[in-house]
């Protein structure tokens, strides 16, 4: 592990367990410092902040009185959100690729600087799980159309960059998401792995498979997940299927890297506070309180070439109460999903909805053998329940299931069944159970 790396660990070792005041003092400090910076060197921000004062960057909590950036804002700027005198000491600036899995795809640069941070929180959520980086990693992620397929995959050394940088590790499999679950079981089987990392639907699709089929993974001691909601239905499907198995969920940005994730001891998020400062606010931009659900702002506190001022990733989370762990990183309970995933009631109000109690849909659908399911609504009264099924339903399990969503979703919506060969996953790999294709403010 080279020099400053080693540095910024023993500080984020520290800095984890520091009295709330003093992070956020520091957070302060460095926001303070990012603006000052946005401010006389990046185009956008000179006219984006025109009627903010420029004293402001000095002011307590500064970033409140900020209007929020959006990925519009971000597109829309194209370079001219780059800095124009980037600190030598961040040394070079490079693209940290966006995939767009919202559909519009951004473009942000950082530097040696901001890399450091983004791989040092990296390296701090394999410490807090003490894994064992001589083991086997096998990783089910989206991939380059016909790379990678299971059950052969593609095999490397190490677990790759970035973390062989910094640690000798055995060796990883890389298996494209694209792969149908059958060939993903007989990978993990092929190659036995200690740790799988991949997509909360991507697992309950395995963990189905296996306890359909009774298939043990013999070496298999963690999941991890990341890139999707990890619900509570998903996590108990999850430990079902694999009782001594730990899991641990991390949220994560490609814009902004590792924004938090799972304490080792509770369930809590931990966000990484000494490279992101984060916010949730109401709908009208107000800061939401412990356990009210509320848009994520995002601040990259160390990325000077394309600074990020409470930009708005498109996600919803809640914050939790202090953890008991003992660690002051601020906690999120929940991460409730993205806009999209949120229903639009006929009179305007959004929500996250409860799409019922998967042991009833299953009681609903006996003998049909019901695979998945995706809810889309198309307009405020319409919703359409995509299943993929072994044989159709009779018309008086249609008329329940129709039934059980009304109730579920809290309205009587005009719900219309589709069976379909498959879901076809997002942009990149992922999977949503629900989706609107309503468009509301
Ligand atoms: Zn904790």
């Known amino acids: ?228 909601m990890l619900s509570e239905d998903y996590t108990n499907l999850l430990k079902q299927a694999w009782p001594n198995v730990k899991i641990s969920d991390i949220y994560s940005t490609e814009e902004v890297g590792n924004v938090a994730q799972q304490c080792p001891e509770y369930r809590n998020y931990h966000i990484n506070a000494e490279n992101i400062y984060l916010e949730i606010v109401d709908s009208n931009n107000l800061p939401c309180h412990i356990g009210q659900p509320g848009k994520v702002l995002l601040t990259s506190l160390m990325n000077y070439a394309t600074p990020l001022i409470r930009y708005e990733i498109g996600d919803y989370a809640e914050f939790g109460e202090p953890c008991k762990c003992g660690r002051q990183l601020p906690v999120i309970r929940k991460i409730l999903g993205r806009k999209r995933n949120r229903l639009i009631l006929p009179n305007g109000e959004s929500r996250f909805p409860y799409l019922g109690d998967r042991e009833e849909i299953k009681h609903i659908t006996v003998d049909a053998a019901m695979r998945k399911f995706q809810l889309v609504q198309h307009t405020l009264y319409d919703i359409e329940y995509r299943i993929v099924i072994k044989k159709p339903l009779t018309l008086f399990q249609e008329e329940e299931l129709k039934k059980f969503f009304q109730r579920s979703l809290g309205h009587h919506f005009n719900v219309t069944i589709r069976y379909v060969d498959q879901i076809p996953l997002g942009p990149t790999g992922k999977h949503e159970e629900f989706i609107s294709l309503v468009s509301i403010q």
């Open 1 to 228: 592990m080279n020099q400053s790396m080693q540095v910024l660990q023993s500080i984020l070792e520290q800095s984890q367990w520091a009295a709330p005041e003093e992070i956020c003092r520091k957070q302060i400090s460095h926001i303070q410092r990012l603006l000052h910076h946005a401010y006389e060197t990046v185009p956008f921000y000179k006219n984006f902040y025109a009627d903010i004062p420029r004293d402001i960057t000095q002011k307590d909590n500064p970033i409140v009185a900020l209007p929020i950036l959006t990925r519009d804002h971000i597109q829309a700027a194209g370079t001219n959100l780059t800095s124009l005198k980037i600190p030598d000491s961040h040394g070079i600036c490079y693209p940290l690729e966006t995939s767009g899995s919202t559909g519009k795809a951004v473009k942000v640069l950082g530097t040696d600087f901001t890399r450091l941070f983004y791989d040092a929180v990296m390296l701090r959520e394999h410490t807090w799980h003490s894994r064992d980086f001589t083991k086997t990693l096998l990783s089910i992620r989206w991939g380059k159309r016909d790379f990678a397929y299971a059950p052969i995959g593609h095999k490397q050394s190490t677990w790759g960059p970035p973390i062989n940088q910094y640690k000798t590790t055995g060796p990883s499999v890389f298996i494209n998401v694209a792969s149908d679950t059958r060939s993903q079981i007989d990978a993990i089987l092929l190659y036995d792995p200690h740790y799988i990392i991949s997509y909360p639907s991507q697992f309950a699709a395995l963990a189905e498979f296996c306890l359909t089929n009774s298939i043990h993974f013999s070496s298999l001691e963690e999941i991890r997940t990341t890139g999707e």
